[in-house]
Protein backbone atom coordinates (compact mmCIF):
# COMPACT_ATOMS: atom_id res chain seq x y z
CA UNK A 1 0.00 0.00 0.00
CA UNK A 2 1.48 3.63 -0.59
CA UNK A 3 0.03 5.98 1.95
CA UNK A 4 1.00 10.00 0.99
CA UNK A 5 1.18 12.19 4.24
CA UNK A 6 1.05 16.23 3.80
CA UNK A 7 1.37 17.28 6.91
CA UNK A 8 3.66 20.39 7.79
CA UNK A 9 4.00 19.63 11.49
CA UNK A 10 7.39 17.78 11.75
CA UNK A 11 6.46 15.62 14.84
CA UNK A 12 3.04 14.63 13.95
CA UNK A 13 3.99 13.79 10.77
CA UNK A 14 6.96 11.71 11.57
CA UNK A 15 4.56 9.81 14.37
CA UNK A 16 1.85 9.25 11.90
CA UNK A 17 4.75 7.89 9.10
CA UNK A 18 5.92 5.92 12.01
CA UNK A 19 2.73 4.22 12.56
CA UNK A 20 1.84 3.59 9.46
CA UNK A 21 5.77 2.27 7.95
CA UNK A 22 4.60 -1.40 7.56
CA UNK A 23 2.33 0.08 5.28
CA UNK A 24 4.27 2.47 2.85
CA UNK A 25 4.27 6.39 3.97
CA UNK A 26 5.94 9.00 2.08
CA UNK A 27 5.85 12.03 3.90
CA UNK A 28 5.95 15.95 2.22
CA UNK A 29 5.33 19.11 4.45
CA UNK A 30 4.54 21.55 2.18
CA UNK A 31 2.25 22.37 -0.72
CA UNK A 32 4.68 22.61 -3.13
CA UNK A 33 5.72 18.88 -2.35
CA UNK A 34 2.29 17.56 -2.45
CA UNK A 35 2.49 18.93 -6.20
CA UNK A 36 5.40 16.94 -6.64
CA UNK A 37 4.29 13.71 -5.58
CA UNK A 38 1.04 14.69 -7.57
CA UNK A 39 1.83 12.31 -11.17
CA UNK A 40 3.08 8.78 -8.09
CA UNK A 41 0.44 6.32 -7.67
CA UNK A 42 -0.79 6.53 -3.95
CA UNK A 43 -3.96 4.22 -2.00
CA UNK A 44 -4.65 7.10 -0.09
CA UNK A 45 -3.82 10.42 1.07
CA UNK A 46 -3.75 12.08 4.32
CA UNK A 47 -3.97 15.82 3.37
CA UNK A 48 -3.34 18.54 6.40
CA UNK A 49 -5.28 22.04 4.96
CA UNK A 50 -3.08 24.08 6.37
CA UNK A 51 0.29 24.54 4.95
CA UNK A 52 2.78 26.78 4.93
CA UNK A 53 2.78 27.80 1.72
CA UNK A 54 -1.12 27.77 0.64
CA UNK A 55 -4.47 25.16 1.27
CA UNK A 56 -4.26 21.86 1.08
CA UNK A 57 -8.10 22.31 -0.72
CA UNK A 58 -5.51 23.46 -3.90
CA UNK A 59 -3.90 20.34 -3.83
CA UNK A 60 -7.23 18.62 -3.47
CA UNK A 61 -8.90 20.55 -6.36
CA UNK A 62 -6.11 19.76 -8.64
CA UNK A 63 -5.68 16.02 -7.77
CA UNK A 64 -9.43 15.46 -8.37
CA UNK A 65 -8.91 16.49 -11.85
CA UNK A 66 -6.80 13.98 -12.34
CA UNK A 67 -7.51 11.15 -9.86
CA UNK A 68 -10.13 9.70 -7.51
CA UNK A 69 -7.69 8.64 -4.75
CA UNK A 70 -9.34 8.32 -1.49
CA UNK A 71 -8.25 11.72 0.66
CA UNK A 72 -8.49 12.18 4.39
CA UNK A 73 -8.63 15.56 5.49
CA UNK A 74 -6.80 15.41 8.80
Given at each position: MNILLIEDDAILSDTICQALKPLGCVQCNSLSGAFDQMEEQWDVILLDLNLPDGSGM??????????DVPVIIT
Open positions: QFLQILREIS
